[in-house]
C-alpha cells in the first residue's frame, strides 16, 4: 500500500506568491533580488514550468564564477538544448557593436507567438556589469513573447535603468518572497517529516527549529521490526516566536522510538507528542526546558501501550525563571493486552522567581493485570543555604541562577547515550545560553 509520505521540502505556492510571479508573463525583465534562502530558485521554476505545461519554451543557465566566457557558455548550452542555433558561433560580444549584432539577430529569432522564457540564476557571482548592461538594453528591444528572468542576492540594476525600464521591468524582491504568518501555517500544517527505518536499522535525525515567527511541524516516525529510531528536537526560535510540535509514531514488534526535546528558553512551545507500543517495542523520552521571561512551554506526550512486555521512560528536566509558564501532561496507558509491560515518568523542576507558574500532570490509566506503572516529581527553588554558600564564595544570585539552571538541563543531555551526539547538544545549549539564562 503506498503512502502519503510527508515532506517539508514539497514546494509550496501561495496564492499570493502566484500573484507576485504573474507580471513576469508581460514584463521584458524580471529581477528577483533577495539573500540566500528566501527561494527565489524555487519559485521561478515552479512559475516557469507552470509555463511549460502551456506551451512555452523555457531556457535556463545557471552562474557558477565570476567567469563571463563560461556564463557564456551555459547561456549558448540553454539556447541548444531548446532546438536555438542562434547563439552558435558567436562570442559574448565585449563592445557595444558586437552587442548590438547580437541583439538584432536575437530579436529575429526568438519573436513569433510562442513564449520564450530565459532564466539566468545565481546573477550575483558574475561581477562583470557589462553583462548587466547588456541584459538592460535587451530588456528595451526584446519582442512582447520573450521575457527574461534575472536571480541575484544583490541587487544588479542602477537606479537610472530602473526609471528608464519602467513597465517593461518586474521586481520581485525578499518581502514578496517571504511567507507571512498565515502562510507559514498553511503551509507547515500541510506538510510534515516522516522518517522511516527498516528492520534492524539505526536512524539518528537531528531537527533544528529556528525562526521568529509561528511554525508548525508534525513528525511522524516508522520504525519497522527491530529497527530504532532516535529523534533529536532543538528549539532555537527567537523571542516571540511560536512553535508547535507534533511526534507521532506506532512502534511495530521489537521496534524503539528515542525523543530528545531540547527547549534553551526562547519562544512559546506546544508540543503534542503520541506514541504507540506494540509486542516488545520500547520508548525512551528525555526533554530538556529553560523557561525565561513570558515564556510558555507546554508539552503533552501520550503512551499507548497495546502489546506484550513493552517499556517507556519518560524523563523531563527543566528550570523557570522570570514569569514563565509551564504544563508537563505525561499519560502512560496500559491498554487491554500489554501484559509483562512497564512504564516510568519522571519530572525535576528548578523554580527560579517568585511569578512562574509550573504544571505537573502525571497520568497512568490501566486496563491490563501484570503491568507496573510509576510517576514522580520533584520540585525545587534557590533556598537561602544554597545562596548563602554561592554568595559566601563570591558568586551572586543570578550567577547561581545561572549556574543551577544550566545544571538543570545540562541533566538532560546527560540522559543522551550517543557521545556524539551529547556532545552536539551541550554544544547548542552552550551558543544559545551563552552566559545569559
Known sequence: MARNRQNLNIIYISDRMRETLRPIASCALTAVVAPMGYGKTTAVRWFLAEQAKAGAVVLQASIYSDNRSIFWKSVQKAFAAAGLTVLEGYDCPADASGAALLLEDLCAALGGKTPYYLFLDDFHLLGDERVAQFLCRLAYRLPENV?????????FLPGEQVVRLGRRLHRIEADGLRLNREELLAYTHRCGVEITAAQGQ??????????????????????ERGAVIRLVQVQVMDEHAVLRSEVSAHCPEGSSVELYRLLPGRGDTYADDRLTLADGASLKAAMG???????????????????????????????????????????IDFKNGSAGSTGSEQETVLLLGDDVVNKTVPLILCAEENVVGNHGATIGELDDETL??????????????????RASIERFARTVDDEALRAQILQTLEEELNDDV
Not at 202 to 223: A, C, I, K, N, S
Open 388 to 405: 548563602f554558600y554561592f554568595e559566601s564564595r563570591g558568586i551572586s544570585r543570578a550567577q547561581a541562577e545561572n549556574i543551577l539552571a
Open 289 to 331: 526546558y529553560l523557561g525565561r521571561k513570558q515564556q510558555v512551554i507546554d508539552l503533552n506526550l501520550a503512551v499507548d501501550h497495546v502489546g506484550r512486555n513493552t517499556r517507556s521512560d519518560i524523563d523531563v528536566s527543566g528550570a523557570l525563571s522570570d514569569s514563565a509558564k509551564k504544563v508537563f501532561r505525561g499519560t
Open 147 to 155: 521575457h527574461l528572468i534575472v536571480a541575484s542576492r544583490n541587487r
Open 202 to 223: 539505526r536512524v539518528t535525525v537531528y531537527e533544528m527549529f529556528r525562526g521568529g515567527d509561528h511554525l508548525h511541524v508534525r513528525t511522524v516516525l516508522r520504525p
